[in-house]
């Protein structure tokens, strides 16, 4: 069973995700942390070496760790530094081939549970389940600032940088952010959490 989790930053993709696969016991695949783990792999590299660095990075999930090359980055990868280079980095080509097929791999012989911008529309076109999670920018912003512990950060600065996002998330060329037709729509903005994963569950049970 292939479930395709896509929707703008900040719509709770990936707790929910995680929930979702805990819940029906398959394995849930951040591919958020996968674009931020290799952002921090290249980070130092030059541009032209990026395709031998790819052929010789390995990508684990160990539960709620992810590893680097045998590394456990799971914190690191959070850090504002590779939150801010991963946009950028996340959209070129080369970068995201290496990435898909590491996710179709991922989900050849496997249950999962899969989230990002493009898994319905590219990783994972013939998943059974299809849903595109949202919730108006304002609310987006809102669960993100409580999120965050930094009295730096203010409520504008993240709404400001979440309408940025998510222009860049649907106007790139590679893989844009789009809801495909065949996915369902879960609009959050009025549900909690709990709500939302139930209302998600309740599609893959009927």
Do not use: C
Not at 17 to 36: F, S, W
Not at 109 to 120: F, K, L, Q, S
Not at 122 to 149: C, G, H, P, S, W
Not at 174 to 189: G, H, Q, R, Y
């Amino acid at each position: 069973m292939k479930i395709a989790i896509d929707g703008p930053a900040g719509s709770g993709k990936s707790s929910i995700a995680k929930e979702i696969a805990k819940r029906l016991d398959i394995l849930y695949v951040d591919t958020g942390a996968m674009y931020r783990a290799i952002t921090l792999k290249l980070l130092k590299e030059n541009e032209k070496d990026y395709e031998k660095v790819l052929k010789e990075t390995k990508i684990n999930f160990d539960g709620d760790k992810i590893f680097l090359d045998g590394k456990d980055v799971s914190k690191r990868i959070r850090e504002n530094e590779i939150s801010n280079k991963t946009s950028e980095l996340s959209k070129k080509k080369i970068i995201r081939d290496y990435l898909v097929k590491m996710q179709r791999e991922i989900a050849k012989d496997t249950d999962v549970v899969m989230e990002g911008r493009d898994i319905g529309s590219v990783v994972l076109k013939d998943a059974e389940y299809k849903f595109f999670l949202t919730a108006n920018v304002e609310t987006r912003a809102m669960r993100r600032y409580k999120q965050i512990d930094d009295d730096k950060v203010t409520f504008e600065e993240i709404l400001e940088d979440l309408k940025v996002r998510d222009y860049n998330d649907s106007h790139r060329e590679n893989s844009p952010l789009v809801k495909t037709d065949d996915a369902i729509l879960i609009d959050s903005t009025n549900l909690n959490a709990e709500e939302t994963i139930e209302k998600i569950i309740s599609y893959v049970k009927r």
